[in-house]
């Protein structure tokens, strides 16, 4: 029996997949062969209905069931970002919090355009 806690885990290794993998909430929920609504209700923790398609979702995320059960699993989310991905990351990490603004705020103008 899944615990509450695990399903959580889950709910957030899904999410992060989603932000890692650029995966939108409309292909995902074509897939599953379910309404966009559904995973917004995921999102907001109003229901839990994502834990009968762990099948389905370790399949079209290529994870094993087993990764989307572990805490704290980064090597999942990493393992799909490039090496340039991940040095951006770590001296991203490094910047005082303006600077991460300013990079924020560019990013957000970029994508604007």
Request: no cysteine; charged share 25%.
């Amino acid at each position: 029996m899944i615990k509450n806690n695990e399903e959580n885990v889950v709910l957030s290794n899904i999410l992060n997949l989603m932000k890692v993998k650029g995966v939108r909430q409309k292909d995902l929920a074509e897939f599953l062969g379910v309404s966009q609504n559904a995973i917004t209700q995921w999102k907001m923790h109003k229901t839990k209905s994502y834990m009968k398609y762990l099948d389905r979702l370790s399949e079209y995320f290529n994870v094993s069931k087993d990764e989307l059960l572990q805490a704290d699993n980064k090597q999942i989310f990493e393992s799909y970002l490039s090496k340039d991905e991940q040095q951006i990351i770590k001296q991203y990490r490094l910047l005082t919090p303006n600077l991460k603004r300013t990079v924020q705020t560019l990013l957000l103008n970029l994508n604007q355009n």
